[in-house]
T-cell receptor, first 111, second 113 residues
């Protein structure tokens, strides 16, 4: 069974204070690892897909990296508008197309 | 805006009742997925349809059923509702049945009283 664990559950940062969110996973053959951003009461917004260890992707202040056991979402010089819950999900070859999500990291960036 | 639409936004009903949630995928997407998000369970996959056919099933209760119509919109039917069914229900779509990226709609918030 595919499993995803995210840490920390919540993270409070000052504006400009860089940090990283962790996503540890076990999967029966990784098809893809996904990062989503979710604002309260809204649907998850797609950020990145990573396919193989060593891959990195960037978008504005966010950079996602992938190893064989975990992924990191690095946030550089965050702004208050980056406050949201960040969700990590995996898609394995055995489980088909379903995404298995972690519990998320709730990020709060204070001005 | 992901291009996936869901109606209604909010639904309040009583235990034992039946409701139908509707989803229209992004233009050109053939596959639709349903997820349930509750406070204690997180985001859980329910079921996937591809071009009208059921493709994959997750932790979907027998009281729940879904279908995808020829115009590719999908409906999730929830019956004999219980208090514990209160949750956000999301629909997502992807280009085809094997595509990785899934794009989520805004969700339907179901409250069972």
């Amino acid at each position: 069974e595919d499993q995803v664990t995210q840490s920390p559950e919540a993270l409070r940062l000052q504006e400009g204070e860089s940090s990283s969110l962790n996503c540890s996973y076990t999967v029966s053959g990784l098809r893809g690892l996904f990062w989503y951003r979710q604002d309260p009461g809204k649907g998850p917004e797609f950020l990145f897909t990573l396919y193989s260890a060593g891959e990195e992707k960037e978008k504005e202040r966010l950079k996602a990296t992938l190893t064989k056991k975990e992924s990191f979402l690095h946030i550089t010089a965050p702004k208050p508008e980056d406050s949201a819950t960040y969700l990590c999900a995996v898609q394995g070859w055995v489980a088909g197309n379903m995404l298995t999500f972690g519990g998320g990291t709730r990020l709060m960036v204070k001005p | 805006d992901s291009g996936v639409t869901q109606t209604p936004k909010h639904l309040i009903t009583a235990t034992g009742q039946r409701v139908t949630l509707r989803c229209s995928p992004r233009s050109g997407d053939l596959s639709v997925y349903w997820y349930q998000q509750s406070l204690d369970q997180g985001l859980q996959f329910l079921i996937q349809y591809y071009n009208g056919e059921e493709r994959a099933k997750g932790n979907i209760l027998e009281r729940f059923s879904a279908q995808q119509f020829p115009d590719l919109h999908s409906e999730l039917n929830l019956s004999s509702l219980e208090l514990g069914d209160s949750a956000l229900y999301f629909c997502a779509s992807s280009v085809d049945g094997t595509s990785n990226e899934q794009f989520f709609g805004p969700g339907t918030r179901l409250t069972v009283l």
